[in-house]
């Protein structure tokens, strides 16, 4: 798909479960946990992600480096949904690159603007996408999907630039 001095990206596989899992597993809990409530924190279970994963392998696009699976970002209609880098990643340019795909994924589905959710305690993430120039709305309760229902979770809306 696309091949960069940090890696490279393309569309994930069933075999990518596993690993989307494991580095979603570990991302969210640095992005969120101390962040958001305590019944959306019982429900992210190992499972939970490795099941999510499996059922999100459509709209996913990973990052490699050497083959190894090292990031992903998962795209829904006009929402960068997921993004997250194994820690051994983080700093290196693929954060970037994976936002830049979504963005791409999100106009190629006839979206002007792509949007997505940060948990407002998750200030390295509300940084990460300033740089990248994305628009900071303010915040909003995002409605976070579990099973038979949502949780609540206090977060801040991000745009992506304009074309």
Known sequence: MATGTTGELRPATAADADAVAHIWREGWADAHLGHVPDA???????ASFAERARDRVADTTVATRQGTVVGFVMVAGDEVDQLYL?????????????LRHAEAVVRAAGHDRAWLAVATGNAAGRRFYARQGWLDEGRFAHRAPVPGGAVEVECHRFRSPGR
Do not use: E, Q
């Open 40 to 46: 959306l924190v019982a429900v992210r279970t190992p």
């Open 86 to 98: 194994d820690r051994t990643a983080r700093g290196g340019g693929l954060g970037g690159a994976l």
